[in-house]
């Protein structure tokens, strides 16, 4: 099963917006809602932060937002933290019956 | 709370097999689907194996199909994972997952809102 597309690094300073791309085909992202993105300090477990596209669980900060346009699923960070940095994987249901992750993206705080 | 935490991970020649757990608590285990994830060392994640919360639906990645198998023990909350023919390139981090229920019904949400702080498989 081929990755979804990521970018390997995303940076920016304190305060700006960054955001991560995470591309796929119609039978992933574009097929489906399930759109879900994960936060994951080195050493860490992965931490739900987005899920269905747009939605975020309790806990995580407002500056954290999905979109999805056809094939490709956003994140964005607004107001960007020094906590924010972390690598990011976006992940997408696929027909039939399976998962696929992105490919990582590493933030950069500056 | 809710709790995942894997064990059974450890240094194992290829070709050996070996058996992952997944011991859960502070949730209805058996109204959860329970998923494996893997992570090779400086390497994204990936899917691996689903089984439903009633342990009688199970899917598989590609990469594993036919060598490793997925079950649960609900009346001891564990999910486990058995893996056979074990490869060098199943060296990974093995994470397990729950998925929540779907917010409009049914047993599925298509995400994972807790995970397990992983156990470590070597094959060499």
């Known amino acids: 099963q081929s990755a979804l597309t990521q970018p390997a690094s995303v940076s920016g300073s304190p305060g700006q917006s960054i955001t991560i791309s995470c591309t796929g085909s119609?039978?992933?992202?574009?097929?489906?809602?399930?759109v879900s993105w994960y936060q994951q300090h080195p050493g860490k477990a992965p931490k739900l932060m987005i899920y269905e596209i747009g939605n975020r669980p309790s806990g995580v900060p407002a500056r954290f937002s999905g979109s999805k346009s056809g094939n490709t699923a956003s994140l964005t960070i607004s107001g960007l933290q020094a906590e924010d940095e972390s690598d990011y994987y976006c992940?997408?249901?696929?027909?039939?019956?399976?998962?696929?992750f992105g490919t990582g993206t590493k933030v950069t705080v500056l | 709370q809710v709790q995942l935490v894997e064990s059974g991970g450890g240094v194992v020649q290829p070709g050996r097999s070996l058996r992952l757990s997944c011991a859960a608590s502070?949730?209805?285990?058996?109204?959860?689907?329970i998923h494996w994830f893997r992570q090779a060392p400086g390497t994204g994640l990936e899917w691996v194996a689903v089984?439903?919360?009633?342990?009688?639906?199970?899917f598989y990645g590609d990469s594993v199909k036919g060598r490793f198998t997925v079950s649960r023990d609900n009346s001891n909350n564990v999910l486990y994972l058995q893996m056979s023919s074990l490869r060098p390139d199943d060296t990974a981090m093995y994470y397990c997952?729950?998925?929540?229920?779907?917010?409009?019904?049914?047993?599925?949400?298509?995400?994972?809102?807790?995970w397990g702080q992983g156990t470590l498989v070597t094959v060499s």
């Open positions: 119609s039978s992933d992202i574009g097929g489906y809602s399930y």
């Open positions: 089984a439903s919360a009633d342990g009688t639906i199970k």
């Open positions: 997952a729950r998925e929540p229920r779907s917010s409009v019904g049914g047993p599925s949400a298509f995400y994972f809102d807790f």
């Open positions: 992940c997408s249901y696929k027909s039939p019956d399976s998962y696929v």
């Open positions: 502070g949730f209805t285990f058996h109204d959860y689907s």
